[in-house]
């Protein structure tokens, strides 16, 4: 604080980035390459207050100034002596933080399938956030959406399916400036083990389920979670030892999302999270909500009942008993909660499938294969399709980062 205090008095009104892999509050930052010492000040406040309340040391060396810019060095948060906890028999250090990282949306712009855009956040992820930390990459399994589909079977339903495009010229979602997703899955799970970073696939189970089952385990390893994906059903999941990191797809950065920000942002426990999905809905899974039963019942109704009542069967088991609001919001309840209670097993992710987090699982990743595996992903994508392209006829531009 004193620090960027002295900063502002000379005049400094951006500063180069730090270069930090353990806070939360201001890795993100390092995607752009200034940003204004107000927004630094906020980051290192946050951080600092982050590691207070968690008993750790947080110490942030910043440089003088050189050649009239304020040079910022390493921003770290310390626990004990270290930030890894004893080694292997292999002499790999322990960590306290895994990552768990969902594949297939990182393989997405938008709803249409773009595989090179892997190689982009994979480059952020190892460089910018991980670092050495275990990452375990998770894939949904042929049969996923089997489970959900058996009690419900639109799950789902307006989702595109792998179809190779020199089959599907005509349709808008699959063009020539596209790998097949299905051709390129290959690639990139071989790019994934020349990393150090496992693949775990489950036939009969979707991506979001085993992650849950992973992170229940890894927990009670004692260590921290980190969960890479845009998917909010992971925000059921959010605790002191579960946050979750958001690829910014517009904006070209990850960045944390914890129980702070979600209580900073709904004045409330995560614990309610599940229940106000179910009264949503999911429209990109095809889960209906109460809105599509029930005009005006919207987000600020659904977010007022669940902070009264905490969980979903609180609220129907007091709907039956007692009025929990108007006479409308009332007849919405009683008259669609067996709706709700399907919404709810259809949103509720399973942390109980046969999976086994491993010990190896607590150490260090070794990254120093990191460079060329993406250099090489790169490539491949790019050959694969301009290859699919050539095929179809498509003139293609070059769409890899």
Not at 19 to 41: A, W
Not at 303 to 311: A, D, I, P, Q, R
Not at 319 to 335: D, F, L, Y
Request: glycine share 6%; hydrophobic share 35%; with cysteine.
């Amino acid at each position: 604080g004193s620090e960027v205090g002295r900063m502002v008095s000379h005049g400094v009104s951006a500063l180069p980035l730090p270069h930090s892999h353990y806070c939360p509050s201001i890795c993100h930052l390092r995607s752009r390459s200034f940003c204004s010492v107000e927004l630094v000040s906020r980051s290192i406040s946050a951080e600092a207050t982050r590691c207070s309340s968690k008993n750790l040391n947080f110490t942030a060396v910043c440089a003088g100034i050189d050649q009239g810019n304020v040079k910022v060095g390493h921003a770290t948060t310390q626990c004990g002596d270290d930030e890894t906890i004893g080694r292997d028999p292999c002499g790999r250090e322990r960590r306290k933080r895994v990552f768990f990282l969902d594949v297939y949306p990182l393989c997405y712009r938008g709803r249409k399938p773009q595989p090179s855009r892997i190689v982009r956040w994979m480059r952020m992820l190892f460089s910018q956030v991980a670092d050495k930390d275990p990452i375990i990459a998770v894939m949904d399994g042929e049969r996923g959406n089997e489970y959900r589909r058996s009690f419900f079977a639109a799950y789902k339903a307006t989702r595109n399916n792998f179809v190779p495009l020199s089959q599907s010229k005509d349709r808008q979602t699959w063009k020539g400036d596209d790998a097949d997703l299905r051709e390129a899955l290959p690639c990139i799970e071989s790019f994934l083990n020349y990393c150090n970073v496992p693949v775990i696939k489950i036939e009969d189970a979707e991506a979001d389920d085993v992650v849950a089952s992973f992170a229940r385990q890894a927990i009670q390893k004692g260590m921290h979670v980190a969960i890479a994906s845009p998917d909010k059903d992971f925000r059921q999941m959010l605790c002191e030892d579960v946050e979750i990191v958001v690829p910014q797809m517009e904006l070209g950065y990850w960045s944390f999302y914890t129980i702070k920000h979600y209580i900073g942002q709904y004045g409330c426990d995560p614990s309610i999270e599940l229940g106000l999905r179910c009264m949503l809905g999911d429209q990109i899974d095809n889960i209906p909500g109460l809105s599509e039963f029930v005009p005006g019942f919207g987000r600020k109704t659904a977010l007022k009942l669940m902070k009264k009542h905490g969980t979903l069967e609180n609220l129907l088991n007091a709907a039956t008993i007692r009025t929990i609001g108007k006479p409308h919001i009332q007849n919405a309840v009683m008259e669609h909660a067996l709706i709700l209670r399907r919404n709810l097993k259809l949103l509720a992710l399973r942390r109980d499938l046969p999976v086994v987090y491993r010990d190896e699982w607590c150490f260090e990743r070794d990254s120093s294969k990191d460079s060329q595996a993406l250099l090489k992903l790169k490539e491949r994508l790019q050959y694969l399709r301009l290859q699919r392209a050539e095929k179809a006829g498509i003139e293609t531009v070059d769409l890899v980062s």
